[in-house]
C-alpha cells in the first residue's frame, strides 16, 4: 500500500466518528446512513489531494463531510412523510444505555427535520467548534453564527417538543 494511502486510512480512522455522526444527522435509515458513510469516504479521498494542511485535517474533513451530505440528501430526493416517527419507533426500554441510546435515536431524527443550514450548524456545535470557527467554516461572521445556532437550538427544541418527546 502505497504512503499516502496509509496516512488517509489512518487519519479517517482517526476521525471516523465525524463521519459517522454526519451521516446520523443527515440520514435515518441505517441503510442511508451507510450509504452516506461511503460516499463521503469516497468524496475525502478523491480531494485528499486538495487538502493542504492549512487547516487541521478534522476540519477540512467536516466541510467535506457537511457538502457532500447536502449533495447527497439532493440526489435522494426524500419525502416529507418520511420524517414522520411514528409511535411504535420509540422503544419504551427500563435499561439506561437503552434510554440513553433512544434519546439519541430521536434527537438526530429531530435534526433531520432543521434546515441544511441549521444542521451544519448544530453539527459543528456537537463537535465542540467555536462561534468563530462555526463562521469560518460556513462563512459567516462569528456573531451571526452564534444567533444562527441559538435559533437552531430552538427549532430544535420545539421539534422535539411536537414529537412528543418532553424536554
Not at 439532493?74 to 409511535?87: L, N
Not at 456537537?126 to 469560518?136: M, Q
Amino acid at each position: 500500500m502505497k504512503e499516502k494511502e496509509k496516512e488517509f486510512l489512518n487519519r479517517i480512522e482517526k476521525h471516523k466518528g465525524i463521519l459517522y455522526k454526519a451521516s446520523k444527522m443527515y440520514m435515518d435509515n441505517p441503510d442511508d446512513q451507510q450509504d452516506l458513510f461511503q460516499e463521503i469516504v469516497c468524496q475525502l479521498w478523491k480531494s485528499y489531494d486538495t487538502f493542504r494542511n492549512e487547516s487541521q485535517f478534522s476540519t477540512w474533513m467536516y466541510r467535506v463531510a457537511v457538502n457532500t451530505a447536502i449533495v447527497f440528501l439532493r440526489k435522494e430526493k426524500r419525502k416529507a412523510d418520511k420524517y414522520e416517527i411514528a409511535s411504535e419507533d420509540i422503544k419504551d426500554d427500563e435499561g439506561d444505555g437503552h434510554i440513553k441510546e433512544n434519546q439519541l435515536d430521536h434527537f438526530y431524527k429531530a435534526v433531520q427535520k432543521l434546515e441544511k443550514i441549521d444542521k451544519a450548524i448544530i453539527f459543528y456545535q456537537l463537535e465542540g467548534f467555536s462561534h468563530r470557527e462555526i463562521g469560518e467554516n460556513l462563512g459567516i461572521s462569528e456573531g451571526n453564527a452564534r444567533v444562527k445556532l441559538n435559533r437552531a437550538k430552538e427549532k430544535l427544541k420545539e421539534i422535539i417538543k411536537n414529537q412528543g418527546y418532553g424536554l
